[in-house]
């Protein structure tokens, strides 16, 4: 079983839809949690990085991390074609008590997202 | 925000020969960069961490003398694949912490697309 579970879709919209990823996740370690956006070819983008459970809203984009159920969610408002892309969710644990102990990040598949017009 | 910038973003070579892809910090220091490799439709893996002014620490199953690492100064770090195979032929993407911290939030490069023929 991998550490972190994404769909890899591909999901697709309308233009205007709210778009909703998720990840679900093994390792109840976990306490940072990311989501990265990736073009064809392109490195990946982030988006949006929170430490704690519950929301996190910047612009469009919404975070959701629900650390009790190991599920973390991305939504995105008013979607556009330009967010057709693939989003990645990452995600590391603390292995020491020093704040220089975070063990490396774990990635999900990512899910191809397509917002046709 | 901060910005990696990594070269070339495309090359071509022949089996045997070696490739450097090099990967700049532009705005910030980095003292860990870490560089992942990524076939189509999959997350990215992570094969190696580079440490300025130390030797690079290796994911299990890669190669350090086929992947050689050099992180001579805050700024860059390199990747060379030596005696390449159409094998090693992937998407190579370096990244390095913004903040410094390791948990700062990774940031990547654009990536450079190898083709080994």
């Known amino acids: 079983q991998k550490e972190v579970e994404q769909d890899p879709g591909p999901l697709s919209v309308p233009e205007g839809a709210i778009v909703s990823l998720n990840c679900t996740y093994s390792n109840s370690a976990f306490q940072y949690f990311m989501w990265y956006r990736q073009y064809s070819r392109k490195g990946p983008e982030l988006l949006m990085y929170t430490y704690s459970s519950g929301n996190k809203e910047d612009g469009r984009f919404t975070a959701q991390v629900d650390k009790s159920s190991k599920y973390i969610s991305l939504f995105i408002r008013d979607s556009q074609p330009s967010d057709s892309a693939t989003y990645l969710c990452?995600?590391?644990?603390?292995?020491?008590?020093?704040?220089?102990?975070?063990?490396?990040?774990?990635f999900g598949a990512g899910t191809q997202v397509v917002v046709t017009p | 925000g901060a910005v990696v910038s990594q070269h070339p973003s495309r090359v071509i070579c022949k089996s045997g020969t070696s490739v450097k892809i090099e990967c700049r910090s532009l705005d910030f220091q980095a003292t860990t960069m870490f560089w992942y490799r990524q076939f189509p439709k999959q997350s990215l893996m992570l094969m190696a961490t580079s440490n300025e002014g130390s030797k690079a620490t290796y994911e299990q199953g890669v190669e350090k003398d086929k992947f050689l690492i050099n992180h001579a100064s805050l700024t860059l770090s390199t990747l060379t694949v030596t005696s390449a195979h159409p094998e090693d032929s992937s998407f190579y993407i370096c990244?390095?912490?913004?903040?410094?911290?390791?948990?700062?939030?990774?940031?990547f490069g654009n990536g450079t697309r190898l083709t080994v023929t």
């Open positions: 990452a995600m590391s644990a603390r292995i020491g008590l020093t704040t220089d102990s975070w063990g490396k990040l774990q």
């Open positions: 990244s390095a912490r913004s903040g410094g911290k390791p948990n700062s939030p990774l940031h």
